[in-house]
């Protein structure tokens, strides 16, 4: 078992849709947690940080983390098309030093005009 | 923001040749800058993490011979992929943390071809 799944996907919605896009985890000592948005041939961009549980917003987006279910996911209202995009998760007991990040398998999303 | 820069962002070799590749913090200073391999359609996987002024630590599986990591600086470290074959073709991707951040920034990557 990985320590993070992600659903591969893809993932098709049309333009407006809202999208849910998910985690689960197995390491309890997971405390900071992050989504980026890759695009094609590019470097991952930091989307969303959260620390712990709790729900953060941010524009279109919004965070959710439950720590007791190790589910996190990641919304994204009013979708445009300029969100199709692979979408990481990523996790990590601490952020401090040589931390390092567990991510996710990435969820191929596609937002249709 | 934190800004890290990469260069080059695509590069062509021949086989047996070195490639080096550059990771730098723009507006902090790392301590600390990890190296990604990423395949198509899959997700990062780490290499190694460079630490500023001492040896790079690799993760399992990872040649260090091969992959040659130098972090002279708190704003610089490089990747040098040595007698490149084709199986090294790879986009290849940095990140660091800047002090009191929320996340890691990663660098824009470098897509690697040996042919």
């Known amino acids: 078992q990985k320590e993070v799944e992600q659903d591969p996907g893809p993932l098709s919605v049309p333009e407006g849709a809202i999208v849910s896009l998910n985690c689960t985890y197995s390491n309890s000592a997971f405390q900071y947690f992050m989504w980026y948005r890759q695009y094609s041939r590019k470097g991952p961009e930091l989307l969303m940080y959260?620390?712990?549980?709790g729900n953060k917003e941010d524009g279109r987006f919004t965070a959710q983390v439950d720590k007791s279910s190790k589910y996190i996911s990641l919304f994204i209202r009013d979708s445009q098309p300029s969100d199709s995009a692979t979408y990481l998760c990523?996790?990590?007991?601490?952020?401090?030093?040589?931390?390092?990040?567990?991510f996710g398998q990435g969820t191929r999303l596609t937002i249709n005009p | 923001g934190a800004v890290v820069s990469q260069h080059p962002s695509w590069v062509i070799c021949k086989s047996g040749t070195s490639v080096k590749i550059e990771c730098r913090s723009l507006?902090?200073?790392?301590?600390?800058m990890f190296w990604y391999r990423q395949f198509p359609k899959q997700s990062l996987m780490l290499m190694a993490t460079s630490n500023e002024g001492s040896k790079a630590t690799y993760e399992q599986g990872v040649e260090k011979d091969k992959f040659l990591i130098n972090h002279a600086s708190l704003t610089l470290s490089t990747l040098t992929v040595t007698s490149a074959h084709p199986e090294d073709s790879s986009f290849y991707i940095c990140?660091?943390?800047?002090?009191?951040?929320?996340?890691?920034?990663f660098g824009s990557g470098t897509r690697l071809t040996v042919v």
């Open positions: 959260t620390y712990s549980s």
């Open positions: 990140s660091a943390r800047a002090s009191g951040a929320g996340g890691y920034t």
């Open positions: 990523a996790m990590s007991p601490d952020i401090q030093g040589a931390q390092k990040l567990v």
């Open positions: 507006d902090f200073q790392a301590t600390t």
